[in-house]
């Protein structure tokens, strides 16, 4: 149902700092150069993936899917026993769409299909595979929206890259059970449950425990667009308001998981002893998402703490992985280079840069599946920030 890795990350190797973006106009030069058939080589040359789309031969897909993808169309969370999970498959979809991979995607949507729909519809959040390697089963049958919501947005978006209607259908399908089963409204506006089980509890007056990196901001906007249902974009102002009232610590952040009051709207951090209260491995794609669909009036000022944070907080140049809401406890070790990734894009969109100019980290053999997920997810924001 999220992320959040179950032991201490590795160290990473050193990648290269980041050169600072470059004005709107500026990144448009080397481009033109190359237009013009100009040496480009002054202004630091034509990077290819600022010249043409992604496809399904880049270097980067062909590696991703050689470690995290398996024959059968399952993704693999290497670091947590290789289970599968509905956020992994949805990642993965939308990667594919990205790559311009359809037999990619279509391995995944069948084996997801297949192996985690539930009988109202709803998937599965997790698959475990058993001692063999050959078989596995669901082994948490309650869901996870995150994930049904990737995959929503990912049918979406295959069904206009290949002109398919049946993955437009599948999708406008997924995201109408969605807004049924797991949106519930509340004096703070419209909910999203992070599953149907679990995350709303009644003692005290009754809260709501929500998982704001939950809120995948550039997929609610387009499923609004896909469905004509204004119930993504109550959402989606809903989770920006949360967003600058869940600032907590020293850096003004949000935790990984937030209690909405039931009767007052009012939001807290849920007690310790039921979730960390900290900025970890499932909030830092808040600001990812947010920076992804960037456009509204106040999402630049909501990006600001986040990119503090990572700014004055680096490891060998690299921005610190988490940090304790409570006690303001940094982690002592940096983030992987999938959050390395997200703040190099959070850093230029907050500060109104075109993120062209970005030097990415390097995807490393060994890397986590979520780590390595991140980053190529981030590079795709990126590149659908420039179109």
């Not at 390595?372 to 659908?384: C, F, I, P, Q």
Request: hydrophobic share 40%.
């Amino acid at each position: 149902m999220d992320s959040v890795l179950t032991t201490t990350p590795s160290p990473h190797a050193v990648y290269p700092s980041a050169r600072r973006p470059l004005g709107r106009v500026a990144w448009r030069l080397p481009l033109m150069m190359c237009i013009l058939g100009l040496p480009a080589w002054i202004f630091g040359g034509c990077s290819p993936s600022a010249s043409r789309e992604a496809t399904a031969t880049d270097a980067d897909w062909v590696a991703y899917k050689s470690r995290y993808l398996m024959a059968e169309g399952r993704i693999t969370d290497t670091s947590n026993g290789n289970v599968s999970h509905t956020e992994g498959q949805g990642y993965g979809m939308l990667l594919a769409v990205h790559y311009r991979d359809r037999p990619a995607f279509d391995a995944m949507w069948t084996w997801t299909k297949a192996k985690l729909t539930r009988p109202d519809g709803l998937l599965s959040w997790r698959w475990r595979p058993d001692a063999s390697g050959n078989g596995g089963a669901v082994d948490d049958p309650n869901n996870a929206s995150d994930g049904e919501i990737l995959i929503t947005w990912a049918l979406v978006r295959a069904g206009k890259a290949w002109g398919e209607a049946t993955y437009t259908a599948e999708g406008q399908g997924l995201a109408r059970l969605v807004v049924e089963k797991l949106v519930v409204k509340s004096p703070a506006g419209d909910l999203l449950l992070p599953g149907i089980v679990g995350f709303r509890k009644p003692e005290n007056g009754g809260r709501t425990i929500v998982n704001l990196s939950y809120w995948i901001f550039p997929a609610l906007e387009e499923l609004r667009e896909a469905t004509g249902v204004e119930t993504w974009n109550a959402l989606g102002a809903t989770g920006r308001r949360l967003i600058s009232l869940a600032r907590y610590g020293r850096w003004k952040l949000a935790p990984d998981w937030l209690s909405v009051d039931d009767a007052t709207g009012a939001v807290s951090m849920p007690p310790a002893t039921e979730f960390p209260q900290e900025f970890g491995y499932n909030a830092f794609r808040i600001p990812l998402y947010v920076a992804w669909a960037a456009g509204q009036a106040g999402d630049r000022e909501l990006l600001r703490p986040f990119v503090q944070f990572w700014s004055e907080q680096q490891i060998e140049g690299r921005p610190a992985a988490t940090v304790r809401l409570d006690t303001d406890e940094v982690a002592e070790y940096a983030g992987p280079p999938g959050e390395e990734a997200i703040y190099l894009l959070v850093r230029a969109v907050e500060a109104g840069k075109s993120p062209r100019s970005i030097r990415w980290p390097a995807l490393v053999e060994g890397d986590s599946y979520y780590s390595a997920t991140l980053l190529l997810l981030t590079k795709a924001a990126a590149s659908d920030l420039e179109k």
